[in-house]
């Protein structure tokens, strides 16, 4: 049960801000961190974000060989969302089971998995699949770390974590649009008033 990677972009726009969308399948077995790390660094130098390989790298690796050591699993799905202002590695698998982290002691061999994940990361977390069941673990990075962005793509962000945050809500989809469009417009007058006062 795996899919291919290369040519298989699963959706272009969408949702979110939802640039482009890669995921494979994985069985578990002694391949799969280093396959799921593949996907990762092949997707974001497709798209031309090296500077994010190597964290995406070792946090794809820590989701991937978190799941199968504890959720007693066959396969993940790894996706690795493009979105407008970042990026957004996902580990989905079929166990309801959520994760329980823990402080690692200093002479621990595990248990620090999550903390490298949050570490590495601009935020992550696990949701539950409403869909499909199970859950996904994800981790999210940014294109812009500290630095100044256009306006448009402030814009973009700021309408991207409004739907996430409404979606965590449960608002409905027309109810969380209208919302969002709302916010978006007023946005935009202030930011037409502000460029009229300079």
Do not use: Q
Not at 18 to 43: G, I, M, P
Not at 75 to 99: F, H, K, Y
Not at 149 to 158: A, D, Q
């Amino acid at each position: 049960m795996r899919g291919r990677v290369m040519g298989a972009r699963v959706g272009m726009g969408g949702d979110g801000g939802e640039l482009n969308r890669w995921c494979e399948v994985f069985t578990a077995d002694e391949t799969a961190a280093r396959k799921a790390r593949w996907v990762v660094v092949s997707a974001l130098r497709e798209w031309g974000l090296e500077r994010l390989v190597e964290d995406g790298r070792v946090v794809v690796s820590e989701l991937v060989t978190n799941v199968f050591a504890h959720a007693g699993v066959a396969a993940v799905e790894v996706s690795v969302v493009e979105l407008l202002g970042g990026v957004r590695v996902e580990v989905w698998d079929s166990s309801g089971r959520m994760p329980e982290p823990r402080d690692a002691g200093e002479l621990d061999e595990s248990g620090r998995g999550w903390g490298i994940v949050a570490a590495l990361s601009a935020g992550c977390g696990v949701e539950p699949d409403e869909v499909r069941g199970g859950k996904t673990a994800w981790a999210r990075f940014s294109k812009f770390p500290g630095a100044v962005i256009p306006v448009e793509v402030g814009v973009g962000l700021l309408a991207e974590a409004m739907r996430e945050a409404l979606d965590a809500h449960g608002v409905l989809r027309r109810t969380r649009e209208l919302l969002v469009a709302d916010a978006v417009g007023r946005v935009g007058e202030l930011l037409v008033r502000l460029e009229g006062e300079r």
